[in-house]
T-cell receptor, first 113, second 113 residues
Framework: AQTVTQSQPEMSVQEAETVTLSCTYDTSESDYYLFWYKQPPSRQMILVIRQEAYKQQNATENRFSVNFQKAAKSFSLKISDSQLGDAAMYFC??????????FGKGTKLSVKP | EAGVAQSPRYKIIEKRQSVAFWCNPI?????LYWYQQILGQGPKLLIQFQNNGVVDDSQLPKDRFSAERLKGVDSTLKIQPAKLEDSAVYLC???????????FGPGTRLLVL
C-alpha cells in the first residue's frame, strides 16, 4: 500500500523567516512523483511544487524548495522569506500507479506579521 | 485558459435525501478525478475516469454513490441516499493524461443534517 504521513498538524512562522514542513511516504514503485499542494481557507487546491523520483536534484520554485531524500522516503518543503499569503493548509501527495494522488493529512501553516 | 469548474459551491441537505454535483474539467483534459475531503483530512480518491471510462472506483461507496462522465467531458457525482458522514468537500480535478499534473476545482461543500 502507498501511504503519505505528515507529522506536523500545525506550524507557525514569522513573516520573512524560513519554515520547513515534513512529509514521509511509502511506496514500492521505483518511478513516482511527489507533490506539495497549498489549500488556502475556502479556496481551491493549488500545486506548489513537484519532484520526480528519478531526479536527484531537488526541485525549486521561487521561494519554495524541497529536500528529497529517496532512501529515507522523506520529502520536506522549505518556504523561504515567508509571506502572509503563504498561510494555508499544505498537503504532501504521492502519485499512485494509475495517476491518482494519495494525500497526507496536511499541515496548517500560520504566518505571523 | 479556464480552470476546472464545479457547481454548486455549497449544498445543505437532510439525511436520506439525494444530491448531485457537477464538474467541467479543463478543455482537452482526458482524465477526471473526484475526491472526498472530510474536515481535517487530506482528499481521498472516489473515482477516476479516463475519457468516459472508469479507471478506478475501488473507494467509491457504490451502494449510495454513483458517477458518470458521458461524452468524456463533464461529469456528475450523485449521492442517494445521503448519510451524515457524507458531509465533506467534494473536489474535482483533471489532468491532460493519466499521469499528468492534476488541477483542482474550487470544490462543493456538502453538509448533511
Amino acid at each position: 500500500a502507498q501511504t503519505v504521513t505528515q507529522s506536523q498538524p500545525e506550524m507557525s512562522v514569522q513573516e520573512a523567516e524560513t519554515v520547513t514542513l515534513s512529509c514521509t511516504y511509502d511506496t514500492s514503485e521505483s518511478d513516482y512523483y511527489l507533490f506539495w499542494y497549498k489549500q488556502p481557507p475556502s479556496r481551491q487546491m493549488i500545486l506548489v511544487i513537484r519532484q520526480e523520483a528519478y531526479k536527484q536534484q531537488n526541485a525549486t520554485e521561487n521561494r519554495f524548495s524541497v529536500n528529497f531524500q529517496k532512501a529515507a522516503k522523506s520529502f520536506s518543503l522549505k518556504i523561504s522569506d515567508s509571506q502572509l499569503g503563504d498561510a494555508a493548509m499544505y498537503f504532501c501527495a504521492l502519485r499512485g500507479s494509475q495517476g491518482n494522488l494519495i494525500f497526507g493529512k496536511g499541515t496548517k501553516l500560520s504566518v505571523k506579521p | 485558459e479556464a480552470g476546472v469548474a464545479q457547481s454548486p459551491r455549497y449544498k445543505i441537505i437532510e439525511k436520506r435525501q439525494s444530491v448531485a454535483f457537477w464538474c467541467n474539467p479543463i478543455s482537452g483534459h482526458a482524465t477526471l478525478y473526484w475526491y472526498q475531503q472530510i474536515l481535517g483530512q487530506g482528499p481521498k480518491l472516489l473515482i477516476q475516469f479516463q475519457n468516459n471510462g472508469v479507471v478506478d472506483d475501488s473507494q467509491l461507496p457504490k451502494d449510495r454513490f454513483s458517477a458518470e462522465r458521458l461524452k468524456g467531458v463533464d461529469s456528475t457525482l450523485k449521492i442517494q441516499p445521503a448519510k451524515l458522514e457524507d458531509s465533506a468537500v467534494y473536489l474535482c480535478a483533471s489532468s491532460l493524461y493519466e499521469r499528468g499534473t492534476q488541477y483542482f476545482g474550487p470544490g462543493t461543500r456538502l453538509l448533511v443534517l
